[in-house]
Nanobody, 113 residues
């Protein structure tokens, strides 16, 4: 599986951004989602979605602000981020599990106060 991420950028606190991740194939994909890594910190899971059943797991730190969805026909997963805060600043990585882990290229999200 190859993943192509898009979106990201710079916003002020309280703003919104949308990240999209397109998979080259959905065959055998179990789940997809987004991780992020802030400077000097470990990579952490932000939100994941089971590709077939749609079950969602989302980090406490972003609950109520971020939503994840998927479009099976378009083979994409979307992370809609609202009410962004400076602590959301990080490189965001698209992820998929299809027997093995696959990662997209990182996309930088910068939130200024």
């Amino acid at each position: 599986v190859q993943l192509q991420a898009s979106g990201g950028g710079s916003v002020e606190a309280g703003g919104s951004l949308r990240l999209s991740c397109a998979a080259s194939t959905i065959y055998s994909i179990v789940n997809m989602g987004w991780f992020r890594q802030a400077p000097g910190k470990r990579r952490e899971s932000v939100a994941t979605i089971m590709f077939r059943g749609g079950e969602i797991t989302i980090a406490d730190s972003v609950k109520g602000r971020f939503t994840i969805s998927r479009n099976i026909d378009e083979k994409t997963v979307i992370l809609q981020m609202t009410n962004l805060m400076p602590e959301d600043t990080a490189v965001y990585y698209c992820y998929a599990f299809a027997g093995t882990s696959a990662w997209g290229q990182g996309t930088l999200v910068t939130v200024s106060s």
